[in-house]
């Protein structure tokens, strides 16, 4: 199990940038992937990003691709996600969270541990 909490949130024009960070107490945090998702009001959770355990890889949805990119730290147990050219309706809740065990990457239930979430508003 790990903790993680998530900063970096905020109001931002539309075409600006935000980078997210998300901290971990776990002391394994090498081992997970991590993922980035998002939900906006009235809106299910949908998944934005993750990157493997050790960084090999990465995966974005489509809404993000091409504007923004994950990355981590290990030996920090910092993972980020950096966003660029945002829209209004990147407008969302962004929560990060650990997948230490077999599951499709892009569905909330295949992660176990979740940050508490940090606010991100886009005006237009």
């Known amino acids: 199990q790990v903790q993680l909490a998530e900063s970096g949130g905020g109001l931002v024009q539309a075409g600006g940038s935000l980078r997210l960070s998300c901290a971990s107490s776990?002391?394994?945090?090498?081992?997970?992937?991590m993922g980035w998702f998002r939900q906006a009001p009235g809106k299910e959770r949908e998944f934005v990003a993750v990157i493997t355990s050790w960084g090999g890889s990465t995966y974005f949805a489509d809404s993000v691709k091409g504007r923004f990119t994950i990355s981590r730290d290990n030996a920090k147990k910092v993972v980020y996600l950096q966003m660029n050219s945002l829209k209004p309706e990147d407008t969302a809740v962004y929560y990060c969270a650990a997948k230490g065990r077999s599951g499709t990457y892009y569905r909330d239930i295949s992660y176990d541990d979740w940050g508490q979430g940090t606010q991100v508003t886009v005006s237009s």
């Open positions: 776990g002391r394994t945090f090498s081992g997970y992937d």
